[in-house]
Nanobody, 115 residues
Framework: QVHVVESGETSVQAGGSLKLSCTAS????????LGWYRQAPGKEREFVAD????????GYKDSVKGRFTISLDDAENTGYLQMDNLKIEDTGAYFC????????WGQGTQVTVSL
């Protein structure tokens, strides 16, 4: 049974940085795809970034390009989302997903960017 374990800092001032991590616990198979979605209060969940095994394909939401960096440690079955130059509008619940034969979702991490 695969469990998605999320962790990372949760609050920062605008212009600062945060790093989220997401680990596939209990899996002997490698992560095929990993990424994050986020949801702000009163808004729909939106795609942020994703990455495939071996970093063959990487995708970002336009508004985070150049500020966010996603990476995947295949050996540790862990993905990371480095978020720099954070803006107020980046505030929201960030949900990690990963695909190992099927899609699994994490419980979410609240990220708050304040003035």
């Amino acid at each position: 049974q695969v469990h998605v374990v999320e962790s990372g800092e949760t609050s920062v001032q605008a212009g600062g940085s945060l790093k989220l991590s997401c680990t596939a616990s209990g899996s002997s198979s490698p992560i095929e795809t990993l990424g994050w979605y986020r949801q702000a209060p009163g808004k729909e969940r939106e795609f942020v970034a994703d990455i495939t095994k071996g970093a063959e394909f990487i995708g970002y939401k336009d508004s985070v390009k150049g500020r966010f960096t996603i990476s995947l440690d295949d050996a540790e079955n862990t993905g990371y989302l480095q978020m720099d130059n954070l803006k107020i509008e980046d505030t929201g619940a960030y949900f990690c997903f990963l695909f190992i034969n099927r899609t699994y979702w994490g419980q979410g991490t609240q990220v708050t960017v304040s003035l």
